[in-house]
């Protein structure tokens, strides 16, 4: 275990203030001055930069700081672990709303079935507050389609996942043996929402082929890829999402896949996990099983 000088630069870092970190850990203000003068004297680093009244983490303090964080999130559930060894499992992930649609009830299934946990949590949220779960040690792992800055977490690659243009069969679109992006911009265009995984795949995906989202003569945004998916059903215009997301409406030929040359990719979907973790091996089983399920 750290000691209380590395609890005190990780509460310093969140309240960047002194005073409120002597309040929230009951000791003197400059009790908590000294303690993080002992911790860069020791360390030989500076951690904190003070120029009154602005008070700068510097990056090797909030580098430090966030380890002490992951750190004092998997102590705390392996002495759990070991104080109460009967006690039921629990275990909490979060997922990108996408993955929710069918990554996510994947690995329930997974978990299910190896009958090691009394209580399972699934948290659908975005990739930032996914992450930030991670920091916090409020979820124990994650589910990702966005993009994140893969030197600040471990992670598996769990499947490169199509994602691909869709239209309702009917469609004139979908009759066509090939269509190019101008040909798109005159039909309404479902999005995620802006900060989306998805939304951020499709406006890289256009940009390769010079279009922006402006040109469409409509954008209809719908933060759900389920009403997305009915929106499509019912003819209100193309969208762009992963394919195992409509993977039945186009096995039973209710959806069309769009010819759309180079307007399909891979994107990996990531299980993500804080650097180090104890139970990393734990993670890396259930990434194998999840590519396992894909072959199935």
Known sequence: MLDNRYQ???????????????????????AVTQQIKSLEAD?????????????TITPAGQELAAFVQRVQ???????????????QRQLTFSTTLSLSEFLAPQLIRTLQTQGDYRT????VTNTQAALAAIDEGTSDFALIE?????????????????????VAADNPLAQK????????TDTPL?????GSGSREI??????????TLREFRQIVTVNNPAAIRQLLLQGAGISFLYRSVVATELANGQLKVLPLPAGHLHHDLDLVYAHDSFFAADYQRWARELQANETV
């Open 8 to 30: 005190t630069l990780l509460v310093l870092t969140q309240t960047k203030s002194y005073t409120q970190t002597a309040r929230q850990l009951f000791i003197t203000q400059p």
């Open 43 to 55: 360390l030989q680093i500076e951690l904190v930069h003070y120029q009154r009244p602005h008070l």
């Open 73 to 87: 999130v998997q102590a705390n559930r392996v002495v759990m672990g070991l104080q109460h060894p009967q006690a």
């Open 120 to 123: 399972l949590t699934c948290q």
């Open 146 to 166: 966005g993009n994140f800055d893969k030197t600040q977490y471990d992670y598996q690659i769990v499947r490169e996942e199509p994602f691909v243009g869709v």
């Open 177 to 184: 043996a090939q269509v190019s992006w101008a040909d798109l």
């Open 190 to 194: 479902l999005v995620r929402e802006a």
């Open 202 to 211: 499709l406006v890289s995906l256009a940009q390769a082929a010079n279009v």
